[in-house]
């Protein structure tokens, strides 16, 4: 059935979808060639706000997270909300991301969403620590003078802290 759909009637001899959709393998089966799409995944995934040194004994009210996988790109949103921070250890990040970032893990993107943090912050990014399933939270205070972000630690963190967002990424595979 799947093999109508897919027909070789292109004169370049590439492939031709004529019933719209594209089935991948469930289990990965990566290409060497760079100009080939060997993999489109949805899914979901559970985020942790955690911390660099540490992290135990947190509890969640809210605790979401999807993602898209086309190649080796990775959009993967999150909505985190703790009722109980527990130990935090170190700067603050969202761990536990789908996939492990690559080595050029250094894409950032804002915050869409944060409540609740200790101090007044105007910009909340995040970034994708290299070789890592974590990325850092940088924010800007009020106070601050410039735009580079300093990275938040668990003293900017009150019990019931929500962070939403997504993090745009290149992933190691």
Do not use: C
Not at 83 to 102: E, R
């Amino acid at each position: 059935r799947n093999m109508r759909q897919l027909r070789s009637s292109r004169a370049d001899g590439l492939p031709l979808v004529t019933g719209g959709q594209i089935a991948f393998p469930s289990v990965e089966q990566l290409s060497a060639d760079a100009n080939t799409l060997d993999m489109y995944r949805e899914g979901t995934w559970t985020p942790v706000i955690g911390g660099e040194g540490g992290t135990s004994g947190q509890t969640y009210s809210t605790q979401t997270g999807e993602y898209v996988k086309i190649g080796q790109f990775v959009m993967a949103s999150f909505n985190v909300t703790l009722s109980a921070k527990g130990t935090i250890t170190g700067n603050v990040q969202i761990q536990g991301l789908p996939f492990t970032t690559s080595s050029l893990a250094s894409q950032a993107t804002a915050l869409i969403h944060w409540d609740s943090f200790v101090g007044t912050w105007i910009n909340v990014s995040i970034r994708g620590i290299e070789n890592s399933t974590g990325a850092s939270i940088f924010a800007i205070q009020t106070a601050q003078t410039g735009n580079t972000g300093a990275t938040i630690g668990t003293a900017s963190l009150n019990d019931n802290v929500t962070l939403r967002g997504s993090l745009i990424y290149r992933s190691a595979t």
